[in-house]
């Protein structure tokens, strides 16, 4: 009897506000698993070009193939802008990157995304987009909505993170665990009581400072919320909620419980869903190429009519075609950190750089907390004053 066959990784894509604890809660995942028994390593993407240091080793880092400070530079562009451009770069590689992650599916169970801090960088970007739906469609995939609870206590807040949380939601359509974190400052109970009864919101709606005008008749914004929350009362009968501190490690179990439930919605819900979304677009495709072939045929019937000599002189050459073929895009290439062989307590890594040429670097795994961290023997990591010169557009 054949083995059974490994279940696929489930990708995790963590999103939040700036600062609600992303960065922190992938450390604080990539830890659980490695403390597992036996250890089971997540595959790590990090995303956010612009953080000086995470707390993770990612085995994909945005920052090995994008240069933030140096596309800021060359662009005329802000933080903000300049998040988004890298992130656009980095994504016209993101086939590399679906590659590589699909070569390790075998061998992680789970692979975690981390995103850039502001939050609309990624959820409204077509670049997010991209990748979301890139990975979505070949793993199983659940968003991860990290919370900053202690800022969420206030009604309005909480309603402002909720709608936000319900707009991505309805643009993924992957399953999705809204993250209470910071629960070592904050327990998230009353987020839980909130939004299991729309009238406990209510109350709390109408206690809060500012819920009445001088005549004591409910402000407007106190009456749009109260109607708000019956809106989203629908919502959160789709969405898991669990509460973590990232700074503990409570409440991680209840995370993964949450995450591995999720392949079940996304098997029966999201992917039928893609296969007819897959099946419209390439009925759109089919019937756009058959109606520009008709009209091609129709022209060159017209053409070889009017001069039947050019028609000889148009033929296709495929000698020619050949020649110019050899141009492709592979100057970046992106970095699986992970490719490695081991000696003694060194795993030796070979990579390649984006001009091709190959480097390694060796990590000591004897008294080291995590098997993964590396020791820099040559250079890890692109030098500063190697900029990557990125084609302007048009
Ligand atoms: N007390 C407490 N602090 C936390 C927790 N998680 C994160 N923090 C703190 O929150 C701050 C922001 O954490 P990050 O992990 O950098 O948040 P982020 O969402 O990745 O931030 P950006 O990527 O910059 O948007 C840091 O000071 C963390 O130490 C937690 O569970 N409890
Ligand atoms: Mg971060």
Redesign the pocket.
Known sequence: MDAPTKKKPIAIITI?M????????VQRINSYLHSQDPPTPPYILNL?PA?THVPFEANIDIRDTVNYAEVMKQYNLGPNGGILTALNLFTTKFDQVLSLVEKRAETVDYVIL?T??QIEIFTWSASGAIITDAVASVLPTVVAY?IDTPRTTAPATFMSNMLYACSILYKTKLPFILVF?????QPHDFALEWMDDFEAFQAALASHAGATDAEGEPTYMNSLMNSMSLVLDEFYRHLKAVG????TGDGIKDFFDAVDASRDEYEKSYLPELDRARAARDATLAAAKADSMQRLMADLELDRAKNPSGALADRWDPAAEEEEEDDDDGDINIIDRSAYFELGTFLFFFVRDPDGDFFFFCVCVGEEPWPGQYIDVTRARRREDEGINWPKPG
Not at 18 to 25: E, R
Not at 181 to 185: A, H, I, L, S
Request: glycine content about 16%; charged content about 20%; proline content about 4%.
């Open positions: 939040g700036a600062g609600a604890g992303k960065s922190t809660f956010d953080v981390d850039p801090g990290i974190n910071k629960t070592d400052v973590v501190s990232s700074m």
